[in-house]
Every structure is written in C-alpha cells, then in structure tokens.
C-alpha cells in the first residue's frame, strides 16, 4: 500500500513563497504521473502540476510562470516550489500519484496540507 505525505503548507502573505514536498512510502512502484491538485472551499478539486515517468511536465494556466513541479528519484519525493504566491492560491493541496498496471489505473492521494495566502 501506498502512503503519500505532504508537507511546507502554512499561511504566507501575497508576492510570498512556500514549497510543498510529497513523500511516498510503502510500495515503490512506477507511477505514470506525480503532482499537485489543490481544492479551493466551495470548488472542485483541480490539477496544478505534474510531471510523469518520462518527466513531461505540465503546468496549470493559473499557475504558469510562478510554480515549478521538480522530483527527486533517489528520494522518492516530488516538491512543488510556489512563488508569487496569490491570495487564489489558498486552498488545500493534495499530493497525487497514478500508477497504471497494464489493465486499470489507481490514484493516489495525500491528506492535504493548507496553504493560506493573505496579508
């Protein structure tokens, strides 16, 4: 079973910075895909960042220019560095692995950590 953690959220002021970072534990399989979701209160869970196994990466209009999506094998860890960070930024983000097994896809999900941007 797979176990992803989060963790860097917090409360930051508008033009700040904050860095995200997932960890995996558990099974170590090749995930297709590894990035960030976030969810805002009263909307729906949407796609912030992702790089897959071939290391393609691909960024959410909203964020493009002010986030960067890295990993780190070694480590099995993937960091998402937020700058410029927004007050449309807040909302919990949530750590995402897919992995696909050659006949059904499975995600899974860290608990969310809170990021919080306001003066």
């Known amino acids: 079973q797979v176990q992803l953690m989060e963790s860097g959220g917090g409360l930051v002021q508008p033009g700040g910075s904050l860095r995200l970072s997932c960890a995996a534990s558990?099974?170590?399989?090749?995930?297709?895909?590894m990035g960030w979701y976030r969810q805002a209160p009263g909307k729906q869970r949407e796609s912030v960042a992702a790089?897959?196994?071939?290391?393609?990466?691909n960024y959410a209009d909203s964020v493009k220019g002010r986030f960067t999506i890295s990993r780190d094998n070694a480590k099995n860890t993937v960091d998402l560095q937020m700058n410029s960070l927004k007050p449309e930024d807040t909302a919990v983000y949530y750590c995402?692995?897919?992995?696909?097994?050659?006949?059904?896809?499975?995600?899974?999900w860290g608990q969310g950590t809170q990021v919080t941007v306001s003066s």
């Open positions: 790089i897959s196994s071939a290391g393609s990466i």
């Open positions: 995402h692995r897919g992995r696909w097994n050659g006949s059904s896809w499975t995600d899974y």
């Open positions: 558990g099974s170590f399989f090749i995930f297709r895909t």
